[in-house]
């Protein structure tokens, strides 16, 4: 009997490191590793490797789906649930605070500082994991978390056994032993990247983002502004967190005065204080570690400084002196001994209603980059306006400035989408132009005339870059762009603005014969209904609960065709297409779409229809065998001859061409196939083992 099957890709992904792509589905687990947590549970071996169960012998939930590493599966770890650590464990003790994250044996520190942080905004740590979870009432073992991934937030669902030696935790932990939400917590993360190992070094930024759905911003403190209280109680004013570290020595040897190097703090407050010699500022720091602290002017234990300060402004500041991880240290201090500062910018949806903070309002916009349709590259060729275009509308103005100046600050972020799944990077970069007087869109001589107001100083190859700043009030078209044209990416463009100011896609005017060009940019535009009419057609053709079931699709897809310069098309569509695009987007495995599924669908088509009109180029409503490797390219699919040959044999008419039905068909069975093997391929390897049931599943409902 076949126990498991190795699949192998023919060359192996660079390792995904601490990347958000390396998510970790419900289906990950492979053989050897479920087979090694069975019997770290039981003492027993299941009979058969795609056998499994969620509950263990005790009755409690078993999260067989976690990825074990080579550390977790040695034996001298024991995996411990907390009942067996002691005698009460509480989810949380007094509250979740900054000071309950303590570093285990990992290097993640970049994580802990992000947790530290995320800890001090109550409304921002129930989105992450419900309060109400506990050891008492309700308690199977299972407890559940949620992390922001390109746009909207996932759930992860974990068991509560713990990696220990000696019955202490291997890894994060909090000071008081009956306390666990921390250590939960970073094993929740670690099963969305892929497991523990995965967590060894990354970027503080990263982690932020992934818990708070902000932007995250890195600077140099040297080159920040002289006025550095105001700055950074600004970004604090803002529901900011921020995150800093010194990089110029070796890995967590501390400097003379005990800052550690390449080691990660988190800065949770600013104040002006007041001594005996005047008013002077302090910066609150915390070492994830829970110790090893400032030993400079105003440390917590040898700061002849304090004895300046009255018990009641002590008071105020909630200064403890004891070495807790937690300090203070001026201004001056802070310039000196921290060399990067990472900022994570909250909007607000993740504010508190009453809340003294007053984070930024966000407005996202999820763009394609089609090469030959919306990929023009820099401005330095020719094509730059083919690139999308938002307009930018900024009315008001910032509160609280002295100056006669009226402006209005702004963060914008470009989030390149899954780069690191395929293997590269794309170059990119944000340009900021003065809006048309006339309209919204900037034709190519508007752009070779005019000059940008802002923009990026490099294009970048980092998963997101940011552009901060303010202008005066107007209007503005903002371009998302990569570096060479032609290069397909997916990205989420995010404004953060005072409330007020929006931002909006910007589509081509019409020409002067009265026809639209916008079918140039978006060809699609000619071939499918708008927007309102696509909705229309959804509820007049799915079931009565609202869902879409393939027949349904059917039904919605030839009245969609029928009405545009495809017409005809629906001929060729068959009832087996519209059953496997179901079921690919399909994830309840219940072969039906929700409107939100639908409409994710229904991106996917409107792309691959601007593809497919692009790269028919005798206009036949059929591709040519030969237009169908550099068609798929331009979807971001690179296949070999030998896949062409297949695709030849299984997916072509008679005449060796594909029709549009069958394009969509064939689009959405290649990347699903290439997501789904990225997914089960944790660490990027180039080759996965899963067992025989889910190799049933997947070839079978596929």
């Known amino acids: 009997m076949i126990k498991s099957l190795s699949l192998s890709s023919e060359s192996s992904l660079p390792p995904l490191e601490d990347d958000v792509d390396s998510v970790c589905s419900d289906e990950l687990l492979g053989s050897q590793s479920r087979r090694w947590l069975n019997e770290l549970m039981t003492g027993d071996l299941p009979q058969e490797s795609g056998e499994v169960n969620t509950v263990g012998r005790d009755g409690l939930f078993v999260d ?36 309950d994250v303590r570093q285990g044996k990992l290097n993640d520190c970049w994580l802990l500082s992000a947790i530290a942080s995320l800890s001090g905004h109550r409304s921002l740590l129930k989105k992450v994991m419900p309060l109400n979870q506990s050891f008492q009432e309700g308690y199977n073992g299972c407890f559940i978390f949620r992390f922001w991934q390109y746009g909207q937030w996932e759930e992860v669902r974990i068991d509560d056994l713990l990696p220990t030696q000696d019955n202490n935790l291997l890894y994060l932990s909090s000071p008081e032993r009956h306390e666990f939400w921390s250590a939960l917590l970073e094993k929740a993360y670690a099963k969305l990247k892929g497991g523990y190992r995965a967590l060894d070094m990354g970027f503080p930024h990263e982690a932020m983002v992934d818990m708070t759905g902000g932007v995250a911003e890195v600077l140099t403190i040297s080159s920040l502004s002289v006025d550095l209280p105001v700055f950074l109680k600004n970004l604090l004013a803002k529901g900011a967190l921020i995150n800093c570290a010194n990089c110029q020595g070796p890995l967590e040897q501390r400097n003379s005065l005990g800052i550690m190097f390449r080691h990660a703090y988190s800065l949770t407050a600013v104040q002006k204080v007041e001594t005996k010699h005047g008013l002077t500022y302090l910066v609150r720091i915390l070492n994830p570690w829970g110790n090893t602290e400032w030993e400079g002017p105003w440390s917590d234990l040898n700061g002849p400084q304090w004895n300046t300060v009255s018990l009641e402004e002590q008071k105020r500041l909630e200064r403890v002196s004891r070495e807790d991880g937690e300090f203070w240290m001026s201004v001056s201090d802070f310039r000196q001994n921290f060399e990067i500062m990472e900022v994570c910018h909250l909007s607000d949806t993740l504010g508190k209603p009453g809340s003294k903070v007053q984070p930024w309002s966000c407005k996202m916009h999820h763009g394609t980059w089609v090469p030959q349709v919306t990929a023009g590259g820099s401005p330095s060729g020719g094509r730059f306006w083919q690139n999308p275009q938002f307009y930018f509308n900024l009315s008001e103005v910032d509160g609280g400035k002295e100056d006669s100046v009226k402006t209005c600050s702004f963060v914008l972020a470009l989030m390149q989408k899954h780069q690191r799944r395929r293997g590269t990077n794309l170059a990119i970069a944000l340009h900021i132009y003065p809006a048309h007087s006339q309209n919204t869109y900037l034709s190519p001589e508007d752009l070779s005339r005019l000059r940008p107001v802002l923009l990026c100083k490099n294009y970048s190859p ?30 989420l463009l995010r404004v953060l603005t005072e409330q007020g100011n929006d931002a909006t896609p910007a589509h081509r005017p019409m020409s002067r014969d009265n026809t639209s060009t916008s079918e140039l940019q978006y060809p699609h535009l000619a071939a499918l209904p708008p927007p309102k009419t696509t909705k229309e057609l959804f509820k007049k053709h799915c079931n009565k609960k609202g869902f ?12 969609a065709i029928q009405g545009g310069v495809l017409a005809g098309s629906e001929k060729n569509l068959a009832l087996e297409h519209c059953k496997s695009m179901v079921v690919l987007m399909d994830s309840l495995d219940i072969a039906q779409l929700d409107w939100l599924e639908f409409q994710g669908l229904w991106d996917k088509i409107r792309r691959w229809t601007d593809i497919f009109l692009v790269f028919d180029k005798n206009k036949t409503k059929n591709l040519e065998y030969p237009e169908v490797a550099p068609a798929l390219r331009a979807a971001g699919i690179m296949v070999d001859e030998l896949v062409m040959q297949l695709v030849g044999l299984r997916y072509t008419e008679p005449d060796m061409t594909i029709s549009y039905p069958g394009f969509l068909y064939l689009v959405m069975k290649l990347e699903s196939m290439i997501h789904t093997f990225q997914a089960y391929d944790m660490v990027g390897m180039g080759t996965v083992t899963i067992s025989y049931k889910q190799w049933l599943h997947m070839t079978m409902y596929n």
């Open 64 to 99: 067989y789906h976690f990825p074990l590493g080579e550390l977790e599966m040695n034996s001298g770890v024991k995996w411990r649930r907390p009942k067996e650590l002691c005698s009460s464990p509480q989810f949380i003790v007094n509250g979740a605070t900054r000071l």
């Open 462 to 491: 980092r998963r997101e870059v940011v552009l901060r700043g303010s202008l005066p009030p107007g209007r503005y078209v903002i371009i998302p762009s990569t570096f060479e044209p032609d290069q397909q990416g997916d990205f």
């Open 548 to 559: 879409c079931k393939p027949v349904h699709l059917y039904n919605l897809l030839t009245e």
